[in-house]
């Protein structure tokens, strides 16, 4: 683990750590706050997929985050990112109406695609839906899933996340998704440069052992997990990742970090 006395930049996860449901995290605006005052560079980063980069930073603002917009990093703008390379791809989304628009730009096709984008998509899961996808993928294309999430932290408890339709998705069609969002090295790598500093100089604050924590450690981050939101003692304890630090929650974060 980096000392924390050389760390110059923080990316901090939203749902889990910042809020869970539509409560902010006790003590998560006044820390946030606080981190910006002393002179930390600061990214948010998400992989959730339900709400453009624009209707997350409304979220924010409402819960009373002073965060800009252009300071957060979601799986989904990665993933326009992403697809800049392949030109003027035909692409099939599976997607919330509020993210397409973030994606109205791109060429689109129920029944012959390049790429089928999955993402969060609540309730609208259906066979219906998934063999479309299935025999999208066996005639050819390819398939990106903005994240693999195995469960998240709702106010209801843990939820299944779309990691299960992914997976079920690649080996029916023996297809290996993209995954495009935390843990992918490229995820962090495009948050870095946002932070325009080199790993050893950041830490990850997340509450996911596997995702957050992992994904940041493998790409040279500090690892900070956070005991809210999906994070579960068991689970943490049985992982094979070792954080470099655990705290209560965001709010205790603050007075760890020296001052800049």
């Not at 002179?39 to 603002?61: D, E, I, P, Q």
């Not at 843990?158 to 069609?173: N, T």
């Amino acid at each position: 683990m980096t000392p924390l006395s050389l760390i110059r930049g923080i990316l901090i996860d939203l749902d889990g750590v910042l809020y869970v449901g539509s409560q902010a995290v006790n003590g998560a605006i006044e820390a946030v706050r606080e981190i910006k005052r002393r002179g930390y560079r600061c990214r948010f980063v998400t992989n959730t997929s339900t709400l453009s980069r624009a209707s997350l930073h409304k979220k924010l603002a409402g819960f009373g985050f002073d965060i800009d917009e252009h300071e957060i990093v979601s799986a989904t703008r990665a993933a326009l990112i992403y697809l800049q390379q392949f030109g003027d791809p035909v692409c099939h989304l599976l997607l919330t109406d509020d993210v397409k628009q973030d994606f109205r730009h791109l060429r689109q096709s129920d029944s012959k695609a390049d790429f089928v984008i999955v993402g969060d998509i609540g309730d609208a899961w259906s066979y219906e839906r998934l063999n479309r996808v299935f025999n999208l993928l066996i005639g050819g294309a390819e398939l990106i899933a903005i994240h693999k999430n195995r469960f998240w932290q709702t106010e209801r408890g843990l939820q299944l996340d779309i990691g299960a339709f992914v997976s079920g998705l690649e080996y029916a069609s023996r297809k290996q998704a993209t995954i495009i969002g935390k843990p992918s090295p490229d995820f962090f790598k495009a948050a870095l440069s946002e932070l325009e500093m080199p790993p050893e100089q950041a830490a990850i604050v997340g509450d996911d052992i596997d995702a957050d924590i992992g994904g940041g450690q493998r790409a040279g981050l500090t690892g900070i997990l956070v005991k809210t939101g999906k994070y579960r003692q068991d689970y943490a304890e049985n992982s094979l990742v070792v954080p470099g630090l655990i705290i209560p929650s965001v709010a205790a974060l603050p007075d760890l970090l020296p001052g800049q």
